[in-house]
């Protein structure tokens, strides 16, 4: 499957262009963070709350690891406001395993995800499992080298978080239960209004797409 590059001429804060002798090197280009993101798929990216558990994680063949001040279940069990993770225990974790390192941020806060980008951590996630710092923006992501995943539970939501620089994007479900029925309702209407999406683009319908994609702007990057 091809890395979709649209919108490749958006202007980013985020890209850093330095030069190695004779070579550019390029960080945090569109290619750079979604071609990060395409290498997840299909692989397992496990909640770890300490290093122990990062190193199960990765003995097991986990494609990644999640570092949170706490799982999701206590998360729900604890109540009160769930934070993003201390620097200690994401530098620890870091230290400890070969696989990358994602951690979650509070949505809309954007000191959080810049602390996370100065850790070093390969991918941000601005998560609703944490209590929202803004429960109306979400973080200006094009401004971040690092790339950045949100949960979604429609296209249209996930076409908002894209708009607003998301790398990857992944269903929300439930979390903390147990219960994954809403994570599979999720990614089937997700599929679904894909695929409506690329039957109206492919019969020139742009009244449904503009229904189904909410800004006529991003039907190429959805119909990709």
Known sequence: MAISLIPANRKMKGQKV???GDNTVVKGSILVKRGFAHMQKHGVIMDVT???QAQIAE????????????????VRKA?????????????????AVSIPIMAKCRIGHYSEAKMLETCGV????????????DEENHIWKWEFTTPFVNGAKNLGEALRRIEEGASMIRTKGEPGTGNVVEAVNHIRKLNKEIRLLKA?????????????ARDYRFYEVASK
């Open 18 to 20: 330095s030069t190695q």
């Open 50 to 52: 300490n290093v122990e």
């Open 59 to 74: 003995e097991a063949g986990a494609v990644a690891v999640m570092v949170l001040d706490k799982l999701p279940y206590d």
């Open 79 to 95: 109540g009160g406001v769930a934070r993003t993770a201390g620097v200690k225990t994401i530098e620890e974790i870091m230290n």
């Open 122 to 133: 390969d991918m941000i996630d601005e998560s609703e499992v944490l209590t929202p710092a």
């Open 200 to 212: 109206a683009y492919l019969d020139n319908d742009y009244q449904e797409i503009i229904k189904l």
